[in-house]
């Protein structure tokens, strides 16, 4: 099953638009704000179907819950391919936050499911990192593949119909997951026994505090990094124009070799960070302490973004970015492991839906305010300002240790 699960996030990154959704939208003449908007709009479709969805895979079948989620992502591929303005942009954004509630918390209640079954429910972070790290090399192959269909094609429609292919091939890999995996679901279709599931883990997440707390810290480190970290493809852009080399190629030639670099790298390293994120909470004494560690090198990256941005430092630029990639990857595995230790496993998937919806709410926030200002200053320094804020707010929000133990589930 390792196999099939790395197989999994290896195809599920095969997202050959993504390092050139901002430029796509750039050329089509969209200002960062309206960037913003869409992607906060994603969001909020996202956060809409978010905790349902995870009620609805606990309770009818997480690999049914997998294959719907595939199915939004190709249809909503298949519109970003063939929109010529604003207005379909929405509804491909609608299908795709559709197939994101419906994947978030699923595949990885599935993969702590099959470990507690194993009887290696100690070995949560350091399996999800190891099963992540494939992601990650997934999206280092990815960005290798998309920047070559731009450099040859010399437009971004193309690749969102190669999408659609490892997509199509995923699904194909759910069919081979073990019934078992599935987990207690009913046989009939219940809106009362959803909604009495959904009612439960809210409770635990707004009147438990260490899963309240987790519910913070997630919205701050995932939601700022998920709202700012598309801001390097502009930057990539700039770069490749300023660079006094390949003059004998047109711009977007130039910008697809210089994203594809970059990112290639940045997923690399990506992959490595993931696969040792259990290393980081052995040093610290467990996840904890490895959690408070990160948010102070999260502050630290911020604050060095600012001059950088404002002073048009591009080689620092794409260093901290890459940085920030590289500590999520460290900081994500420990996340879920946290959440996973505060739930129980027949709400498992539920209580992690309530983590991706948290951090969707905090980038339908953040993604149009970072937008809006980085149009009003006229360069990205908003990023690092932002980024600085969130981080002290929650460093001084939570400067005790938070006590883990699992919640029980209200009957």
């Given at each position: 099953?390792?196999?099939?699960?790395?197989?999994?996030?290896?195809?599920?990154?095969?997202?050959?638009?993504e390092n050139f959704l901002y430029l796509a939208f750039l050329e089509k003449g969209?200002?960062?704000?309206?960037?913003?908007?869409?992607?906060?709009?994603?969001?909020?479709?996202?956060?809409?179907?978010?905790?349902?969805?995870?009620?609805?895979?606990?309770?009818?079948?997480r690999r049914r819950a997998m294959i719907f989620s595939f199915c939004a992502y190709i249809a909503s591929f298949a519109i970003f391919a063939v929109s010529k303005s604003l207005f379909p942009l929405f509804a491909a954004m609608f299908f795709y936050g559709l197939g994101d509630a419906f994947r978030s918390g699923t595949h990885k209640a599935m993969i702590f499911d099959w470990l507690r079954l194993q009887g290696r429910s100690d070995e949560k972070t350091k399996v999800y990192g190891f099963t992540r790290s494939w992601s990650q090399m997934g999206s280092a192959v990815s960005v290798l593949i998309a920047g070559a269909l731009v450099f040859y094609s010399g437009n971004f429609v193309d690749i969102f119909y190669f999408s659609i292919i490892p997509y199509a091939m995923n699904i194909v890999n759910f069919f081979g997951y073990p019934a078992r995996l599935d987990g207690d679901r009913q046989?009939?279709?219940?809106?009362?026994?959803?909604?009495?599931?959904?009612?439960?883990?809210?409770?635990?997440?707004?009147?438990?505090?260490?899963?309240?707390?987790?519910?913070?810290?997630?919205?701050?480190?995932?939601?700022?990094?998920?709202?700012?970290?598309?801001?390097?493809?502009?930057?990539?852009?700039?770069t490749a124009i300023a660079l006094p080399l390949l003059l004998a190629l047109d711009e977007s030639k130039r910008t697809a070799l210089l994203v594809a670099g970059v990112y290639f790298v940045l997923y690399f390293l990506s992959a490595f960070a993931s696969r040792n994120s259990h290393q980081v909470?052995?040093?610290?004494?467990?996840?904890?302490?490895?959690?408070?560690?990160?948010?102070?090198?999260?502050?630290?990256?911020?604050?060095?973004?600012?001059?950088?941005?404002?002073?048009?430092?591009?080689?620092?630029?794409?260093?901290?970015?890459?940085?920030?990639?590289?500590?999520?990857?460290?900081?994500?595995?420990?996340?879920?492991?946290?959440?996973?230790?505060?739930?129980?496993?027949?709400?498992?998937?539920?209580?992690?839906?309530?983590?991706?919806?948290?951090?969707?709410?905090?980038t339908i926030i953040l993604a149009p305010l970072l937008g809006l200002l980085v149009d009003s200053i006229g360069n990205f320094s908003p990023v690092g300002i932002v980024g600085i804020c969130i981080a002290v707010a929650i460093l001084f929000a939570y400067r005790g240790e938070l006590e883990e133990r699992p919640v029980s589930v209200p009957t």
């Open positions: 099953m390792l196999f099939r699960f790395s197989l999994y996030g290896f195809l599920k990154n095969q997202r050959y638009y969209l200002s960062y704000f309206a960037i913003g908007i869409l992607i906060g709009f994603r969001e909020v479709c996202t956060n809409l179907f978010e905790i349902p969805s995870g009620a609805v895979a606990d309770l009818y079948g046989s009939e279709f219940s809106l009362k026994a959803v909604a009495r599931l959904l009612g439960s883990a809210l409770k635990q997440s707004v009147q438990f505090p260490p899963l309240r707390r987790l519910v913070f810290e997630g919205m701050g480190f995932e939601g700022m990094y998920k709202a700012s970290k598309d801001f390097l493809q502009p930057i990539l852009k700039q909470s052995n040093w610290r004494g467990g996840d904890e302490g490895a959690a408070r560690f990160m948010w102070w090198i999260d502050l630290a990256l911020f604050a060095l973004l600012i001059p950088a941005l404002w002073f048009n430092w591009y080689p620092a630029i794409i260093a901290l970015f890459v940085a920030l990639a590289i500590l999520q990857n460290f900081w994500r595995p420990g996340l879920i492991s946290r959440f996973n230790a505060q739930s129980t496993p027949e709400m498992s998937a539920t209580i992690l839906s309530i983590e991706a919806q948290s951090k969707s709410l905090a």
